[in-house]
């Protein structure tokens, strides 16, 4: 009863816009849809590219040695909306709820490492499905940025200077698997909370930092005519979900009623009321932090 976005290859190359996603209904239902383009946010990078501080670099960093990165063989992968490749690092601060607020949005194909100058293992897009990427950037070190990987839990993907602009974010989403709570902050401020249902057992809402990745148009009644956002991540236990919705997307939405609010019911996404997704589409947009907790220390104000 919840949703996951998942296309093999070549049905996402049948889809004009964007990425296809698919509907679990009774366990059996599938239907698929486009991701929509976004309007990006507001660049806060020169017109060359690459890194731009937002406060006066310190003497240390201005003297930090940059590590070189190796070529990266045309053959590798490219991180798309399928189960991104194997061997990037862990995220050490998966749990962390501080914000992040810059985004890297990468303005032509970039190798993505293993660690600053490690192995290239991918390649990272533009856009995915054609539509334009926005990751949320976690670390800097020796002159490389780390982003929240795609099409992964808690991973992260090193990226050498260059080739990418970033931008501000604002926003940041946080989810509590315990009280079954969903806050939005803006500025690190929270601004509202709501309840929402969660991964029912063996299929939980997996833990973790993630992002909005995009949206996409309802394509059944039954999610109340409200837009869905697909997020980075997807769902722990691949072998846990049906057959068709293997390799695919958790998402934030919502549903035709409010009945299971605060249990277990969903396939792994969060599911939350129709007003209140209408508001956070009206105000977040693509590479907005998301962070999945078991429960923050204390109750945001908002809760």
């Not at 690459?50 to 070189?68: D, I, N, Y």
């Not at 709501?194 to 999610?223: D, I, N």
């Amino acid at each position: 009863m919840g949703f996951w976005g998942v296309l093999g290859s070549r049905g996402r190359r049948r889809v004009a816009v964007g990425v296809g996603v698919a509907v679990l209904m009774s366990g059996a239902a599938y239907t698929g849809w486009a991701l929509t383009p976004a309007t990006a946010p507001a660049p806060v990078v020169g017109s060359t590219g690459g890194v731009v501080p937002t406060t006066p670099a310190s003497p240390s960093a201005v003297a930090e040695r940059v590590l070189p990165a190796a070529p990266a063989p045309d053959g590798l992968p490219v991180i798309d909306y399928d189960p991104a490749p194997a061997g990037f690092p862990d995220d050490p601060d998966t749990l962390d709820t501080t914000p992040l607020t810059q985004g890297l949005q990468p303005t032509r194909r970039l190798a993505a490492y293993d660690a600053p100058g490690g192995r290239p293992l991918a390649f990272l897009m533009p856009t995915i499905s054609e539509v334009d990427l926005t990751v949320p950037i976690a670390r800097r070190e020796s002159g490389w940025t780390a982003v929240l990987l795609p099409s992964a839990n808690r991973k992260l993907a090193w990226l050498p200077p260059g080739d990418f602009r970033t931008v501000a974010l604002r926003d940041q989403i946080v989810v509590e698997r315990k009280p079954f709570r969903l806050t939005w902050y803006r500025d690190g401020t929270a601004q509202r909370s709501w309840q929402v249902s969660l991964g029912q057992r063996g299929q939980e809402t997996p833990l973790g930092r993630t992002f909005v990745l995009g949206r996409t148009p309802p394509p059944e009644s039954v999610y109340g005519g409200v837009d869905i956002y697909a997020l980075g991540s997807i769902p722990d236990d691949p072998d846990s979900v049906p057959a068709g919705l293997r390799g695919a997307h958790i998402g934030i939405h919502t549903w035709y009623h409010d009945g299971e609010l605060g249990q277990q019911t969903t396939n792994g996404c969060i599911r939350l009321t129709a007003s209140g997704q209408r508001l956070l589409l009206e105000k977040v947009g693509p590479g907005t932090p998301v962070v999945v907790v078991d429960e923050l220390p204390a109750p945001p104000p908002t809760a």
